[in-house]
């Protein structure tokens, strides 16, 4: 039972816990993806609009 405790403490750092793991990545494997992906999942936690024009055209 102490696993799902656990579990239920982390769950809501998930979201920090993938951020940091992809910094620590763009450091050690630097490439012109990481920094796309670090921007995306910087957005995506703070809840801002997508900066994707096709995202932003009318229905």
Same mark, same amino acid.
């Given at each position: 039972?102490?696993?799902?405790?656990?579990?239920?403490?982390?769950?809501?750092?998930?979201?920090?816990? /993938?951020?940091? *793991?992809?910094?620590?990545?763009?450091?050690?494997? &630097? =490439? %012109?993806?990481?920094?796309? /992906?670090?921007? *995306?999942?910087?957005?995506?936690?703070?809840?801002? &609009? =997508? %900066?994707?024009?096709?995202?932003?055209?009318?229905?």
């Amino acid at each position: 039972m102490a696993i799902f405790e656990l579990i239920r403490f982390l769950f809501p750092l998930f979201p920090f816990l /993938m951020l940091s *793991v992809i910094f620590v990545a763009s450091y050690w494997f &630097p =490439s %012109t993806t990481l920094p796309a /992906m670090e921007a *995306v999942l910087v957005r995506i936690l703070l809840g801002l &609009p =997508s %900066t994707n024009t096709a995202d932003s055209l009318p229905p």
